[in-house]
């Protein structure tokens, strides 16, 4: 059974500081890409960073979340992680893990991220 197990979301003040963490497991294939999006209501799911399992971990991140956010993956745990810093009321929204094999895509059940002003 494949899972995608994801914690670390919750309130926080703006300026502050949460890491999102994914463990994804039941998976047989190689994991190439590993990923955080996220979605708010009644708005089209969108990319927050990926990472991918070789050279080095190559990252890419949303340009709205540059300099504050960081991505980082621990291959042998399949485990994927979101260092996300002086956060915003904008970034309020329910987060979601990816996890991209050569033939299928596996999504988290997402988890929400609130940001007061």
């Known amino acids: 059974q494949v899972q995608l197990v994801e914690s670390g979301g919750g309130l926080v003040q703006a300026g502050g500081s949460l890491r999102l963490s994914c463990a994804a497991s039941g998976i047989n294939d190689v994991i190439n890409v590993m990923g955080w999006y996220r979605q708010a209501p009644g708005k089209q799911r969108e990319l927050v960073a990926t990472i991918t399992n070789t050279n080095g971990g190559r990252t890419n991140y949303a340009d709205f979340v540059k300099g504050r956010f960081t991505i980082s993956r621990d291959n042998a745990k399949n485990t994927v992680y979101l260092q996300m810093n002086s956060l915003k009321p904008e970034d309020t929204d329910v987060y979601y893990c990816?996890?991209?094999?050569?033939?299928?895509?596996?999504w988290g059940q997402g988890t929400q991220v609130t940001v007061s002003s």
């Open positions: 990816k996890a991209q094999t050569p033939w299928r895509v596996y």
